[in-house]
């Protein structure tokens, strides 16, 4: 099946510092979702994005679909900001929605 | 209602005994998803209904659990003969496009 790997598996930054976490896949999909995950467990959507660039705020996201990856822009990162990044994806295989899951990027901003 | 609900929260139970828990997806949702999460962990996936579909239960890990979903909304997540590495964080997600919207999940520890 298709593989998902995210990297880098942790990162710290300090308030204020950019970050860019990467999503590869290993076949083509249709469908490709980023989540934060906040140290209280609670998992929000912050994009879908198969393919192109979208903005929301500070965060951004860019998926190449031809080339399999996609990658999360954080700027001017907070400490809201920690927690741990999930990438997701469904492939084009059938009618199947399920969402293969990456282990997750843990991110820690500190003030 | 304005999201998805999970309950209970938390559960605690003795080795052995059967618990069930529940999910209240966003009304006119027609996918459902559920998800296991142990401490530290990525998600992984237990099962998925889609409209009036036979759900996928690919990735229930034994036949000691079972999920239902009636009348397309409220959905109930079974587990018989708890056992300790059960423990997790139980997650349900529900989507009536691409995104999936989840809940606050219930933590279960079995003891």
């Known amino acids: 099946g298709i593989q998902v790997e995210q990297s880098p598996p942790d990162l710290i930054l300090q308030e204020g510092a950019n970050s860019t976490l990467r999503c590869n896949f290993s076949d083509s999909v249709n469908n490709l979702q980023w989540f934060h995950q906040n140290p209280w467990g609670q998992l929000i959507n912050l994009f879908y994005i198969p393919s192109g660039t979208k903005q929301n705020g500070r965060l951004s996201a860019t998926t190449v679909a031809t080339e399999r990856y996609s990658l999360l822009y954080i700027s001017s990162s907070q400490t809201t900001d920690s927690g741990v990044y999930f990438c997701a994806v469904v492939t084009n295989a059938g009618n199947n929605r399920k969402l293969i899951w990456g282990l997750g990027t843990s991110l820690a901003v500190n003030p | 209602g304005a999201g998805v609900s999970q309950s209970p929260s938390n559960k605690v139970t003795e080795k052995g005994k059967d618990v069930e828990l529940r999910c209240d997806p966003i009304s006119g949702h027609t996918a459902l998803y559920w998800y296991r999460q142990s401490l530290g962990q990525g998600l992984e996936f237990l099962i998925y209904?889609?409209?009036?579909?036979?759900?996928?239960k690919s990735g229930l890990p034994s036949d000691r659990f079972s999920a239902e979903r009636t009348g397309g909304s409220v959905s109930t997540l079974t587990i018989q003969r708890t056992q300790q590495e059960d423990s997790a964080v139980y997650l349900c997600?529900?989507?009536?496009?691409?995104?999936?919207?989840f809940g606050p999940g219930t933590r279960l520890l079995v003891l």
């Open positions: 209904f889609q409209g009036n579909s036979a759900p996928d």
């Open positions: 997600a529900s989507s009536a496009e691409e995104t999936q919207y």
